[in-house]
């Protein structure tokens, strides 16, 4: 720490030498803003994060950390989001992040935060997590479901799955504010629980046979290269996949049983949509009482939302697109009725990369920090 | 009929005196073929009608009827399509296209195929009609649905209407094959329908409660241009419309009571995607036997489509992509189930333009004038 | 005045009523901020300018402006931007104007805010136009250029032309500062001036043979509906238009020649790429002195930018996409010279909304009303 | 060769036992046509050259060869080309292609096809090469411009490259119908010297200070997964690459200068435009004679392409689109005239793997086995 605090000072009052030569951020603190480290900064969840935390009042980055980019100077890599200091993206010590940080934002693939996170945890460094590590309350579901890390993994850590907490701002605001590690919920979850819960929660709906078909951008596949991403064979179409049994299901499906109290069980359909970010989640559930009609549910859902400014529900008959939520960290929603039928049609659009990801991330952390849930984040489009 | 057959021997014996003359097709007789007008040959419907009959070894375009581009020549309003004899788009008038053809497709804004039909099956003319002016058997049903329409037009040809035959070549192929009109289906429908109507046909799936998630590319809103379907306004966003009561709806239920010999409910979503071309359908229904496998109800639709060309069933976990099928008539279907909701997911992708309008509409004429459904239409895609 | 001064202050102190209900913006003056009349509010310029003044620190939106929209709430046309007070568009009147606004931005077709501004002058509202209509010093010029609206206008108002400013800001930085009339430029001409001028200005190139190659998004067409910008056209294509003689060649070199002190000829020829946002200029000029590489030309390009935060020259061998701009107010530039032909290579992407009209109309609008140029405008581009 | 014989006798009298039995295609001679060879069936190129053939009238493919794909069956890895036999891609072995096909295409990275074609001809195949091995007549050039390849391969094959032919069909005819081995353009030099060569070839432009600023696709960047061709990635974006020195720069070049008599220097650079397909070239050069108009121009290119199927050109005024040509071996050019700087602007769009590519290959086949170019190939495009 003491040398932290003395590179620290140095740096505070020392100019660099060569106004274009590049540093780690280590230690850079802000006075009055938390320090966050941002592990897998090249990737979009830690790209989001960077670029939201650039502006934020109370929060700033103190620690790039990479893997394959360790060592490389940010602006000759991310040209498109050049920073002043032009820090160099560190290796993921935790020593290092122990000492240059107060929360670290963990976005990289599943399997990699659970190992890394005890050892923030004993350095004082408060976690929000991004993949799936901590998602899921028992590990031993999660072992059911991510199978494969599971098996090469061999997890012993329930009692860190089970603190952990789901990282849905609206939902679990002050648990949130408590936590020391967040598990950021999956952009589908995001967008499907959020229109679906306040239904659930009054007993509106019937709890099986709930449908969501949902639609999402290719940014949500991630940075690193995969043929069906690439413009050529994604632009131009749309197609489903992971058809029965994606692991978001049980996802959705924890988080609704907890607001229900009672066993939920859902089908969930992924597609991918010809467009680089945004995910809308169509959600069909049938209606207890056929005498609902969309004015009362769209109520039932204002009432909720009514001061919570990261969610808009819309009037009846407008519908969202999710360029209206583009780069910024609100959910909007609609609610449809079909009297005919006794079917709820619930729509929700976010965008997948902010409040289906780092967006949330922030939202956490800003809980975490004491702040309002919406410091420091977007709120509303540029259009078109 | 004396003039034209005299103008189609002189046309055909004698090389234009200018090779950059424009002309009319009218009579342009290709010994061998039948004769189609395309009406509305400007909009998309009549674009795609005009290019696959481009390559059709038994039916050629005789005459090309328009509204606001009568009296153009053709390659001056399309170059991307120039015609060698750069003909001259007429007025739609029913004389000249009874002399010209045998057959029309009627590619035109609702409510305006009723008024014209009546007048050329006087004349001996068999028409395709793309609209949903004679999709229902019932004027009076028609009537409800098409509200507006039916207000200002006043329609009092219920015969003709029950006398129409609904252009799923699929489903209906000797009915058409001596139809004097044909109703092509609309798109939503066609996909819909066709991974749908086997299980409903074979009593396999509860006949309420059924989910239709559909999602098209905007060249489905048509050629006119609106500000909702300006690349600006549509790209990078995906958004639902029609929520509840799309007319679609009953289109589809009514086919679908038609095969299941009951009352069939159903809900249906629509969705605006950002491609030009595409329509994917993901369909929701509960099977009647949870003891069903996805590879049980791929037989169900192998055993249905094996001999029809135009429809492709894929092998059990191969979900279909819209691009998979652009730019031609092929449905091409995937199915998959649910154990543990007892649900039946049924994904339905087609080429909105094509099986979904015009390429479905050649299928009819080619049983109509006697030849193979799939004659002269491509069935596969180019890739990416 | 007086009226609008206690209106002010009555809205201030007192409470809406309810508060669902909608009202103009009219003299909601906020204390500290100037007063900014946005007209042609619901076209893309106007929701640009009205969605960065959202955010801005010292000017607010006072007034919203409509044609077509006039009498509606805001936030049922406009859902993507919904805004607290859910204000009414109001009908273009300039008395109202004049008493609700200290500056006016006007985003309409050409030909409209010749005959509106100089009543906004005489109510002392200055003028930031996004139109082409004050672009040139000489009406005479402008009567060659715009010969449609030029014969259909019969203007007479040499001295205001010569009056108003070229809102470029990194050039015309002072004289907009004391403008009572800003013609903010074209968007093509934005991205192309910035990096040529430095080269001119300093006698670096020959001032003919210049070839200017652009790429604009399709959001360049605005938002009254075309068809060819209807995603199903603009898609999947990329064409040019306007080649030789468009508009924008002689307002390009209109500046170039102040510039250079000389006279200037350039090719100018654009081209529709299909995306929302975004221009690419590349640019091709020869070198006088073959001796100069990439790195002296880069450094020329430093040196003339190095304090003007809108503008961001790349290191030799990172070339600028619109994607790094896009939703900020930055041009990104970039140059290569290739000794073997001699040429100079420039290029310089913008987004054509932002920096290509309303952010750079902001821009203005800043330095009229004594702020740093960047004040409350994006630099920062989310990735991807 | 008896075993061959025999399988194919046997397959061509034995119906398959199984009708769902994959099988390779050797030996599958159609009678009557000529047997190809596709050689990096599941790239781009091989996949277009694969589509093509399906519909080819003479010609049929008889060897599907692959490296990470061999030994899978087809239709499992490119479901959306199902084949009826469902042919298992084989290992690239050259004994077994010289049994199976008269021709091959050889669609694989810089520096395999040179290492392959020796071989294959010495079993008699005759070989048109897609990629840039035999371009260059001169091995030394080749060296210089494909410095890395050349450094790894140490070739001494300069016989060969001296007799390979460039496979311009337009420009080459003769040469190719007698050629073994045809070197297939690249996709830029063929839009961009289709335009060129005719001004070239007769003299009425300057050979210096061409300047060549061409669009492409992102499917020109291969199937190989690549962050920047990520739909993520390259969506909503337009920029710049190889700007000086691009390795089509010297192809250009070598073309132009052997059709123009004289050493032409020109400037090239390409961009990477949103879209899968589809490649336009933008090209300016000075006019010799200032008063040449542009319908001039346009009859100089008639003149020499009025024989020609594959290109067509545009009347004055009408600008290509590469939308017009998306999915065909259609070239289409247009002129246009500055007659205020003499400059002439020449514009050329073609699909980038069709007539840029795949298709072209396909053009070259057809003269070397007695067809007509256009034999099989589209040649109208499906709009929109």
Chains 1, 2, 3, 4 share one sequence.
Request: proline share 7%.
């Amino acid at each position: 720490m003491v040398i932290i605090d003395t590179c620290t000072i140095s740096r505070g009052l020392t100019p660099p030498m060569d106004s274009r030569m590049s540093s780690t951020l280590t230690g850079m603190a802000i006075p009055g803003k938390s320090r966050v480290a941002v592990i897998g900064a090249t990737g979009y969840g830690g790209l989001q994060t960077l670029r939201l935390l650039q502006n934020h009042p109370g929060l700033s980055v103190s620690f790039l950390g990479g893997d394959r980019s360790a060592g490389q100077e940010w602006n000759s890599i991310c040209p498109f989001l050049s920073l002043a200091d032009n820090p160099v993206v560190e290796a993921v010590e935790v020593d290092r992040i122990g000492e240059a940080a107060d929360f670290a934002v963990l976005s990289l693939p599943n399997g990699l935060a659970c190992q890394l996170t005890p050892k923030l945890l004993e350095r004082g460094v408060r976690v929000v997590d991004l993949s799936a590590d901590f998602r899921y309350r028992s590990l031993e579901q999660w072992s059911q479901v991510y199978v494969q890390e599971a098996q090469s993994l061999n997890r012993n850590d329930a009692a860190l799955c089970s603190s952990a907490v789901y990282g849905l701002p609206e939902w679990r605001g002050p648990d949130i504010a408590e936590a020391t590690i967040v598990a950021a919920p999956g952009c589908f979850p995001t967008a499907s629980l959020l229109p679906l819960l306040p239904f659930l929660k009054q007993g509106l709906i019937e709890t099986d046979g709930i449908i969501i078909d949902a639609k999402t951008g290719t940014s949500g596949g991630g940075r690193v290269p995969k043929q069906g991403m690439l413009l050529a064979e994604a632009s131009e179409s749309i197609a489903p996949y992971g058809v029965v049994g994606h692991r978001h299901t049980s996802e959705i499906e924890q988080m609704a049983q907890e607001v229900a109290g009672q066993s939920v069980q859902l089908q969930f359909t992924p597609h991918l949509v010809p467009m680089v970010r945004g995910l809308l989640s169509t959600v069909y559930a049938r209606l207890r009482d056929p005498g609902l009609t969309a004015e009362d549910c769209t109520t039932v859902l204002q009432a909720i939302y009514r001061h919570h400014p990261c969610v808009e529900v819309l009037p009846v008959g407008s519908y969202p697109a999710t360029k209206w939520v583009r780069h910024t960290n609100k959910a909007m929603l609609s609610v449809q009725v079909d009297t005919r039928t006794g079917q709820l049609v619930l729509m929700s659009a976010i965008d997948n990369l902010i409040k289906g990801q780092a967006g949330q991330g922030v939202q956490c952390l800003n809980l975490m920090a004491g702040f309002a849930p919406e410091t420091g984040l977007p709120l509303q489009a540029f259009y078109p």
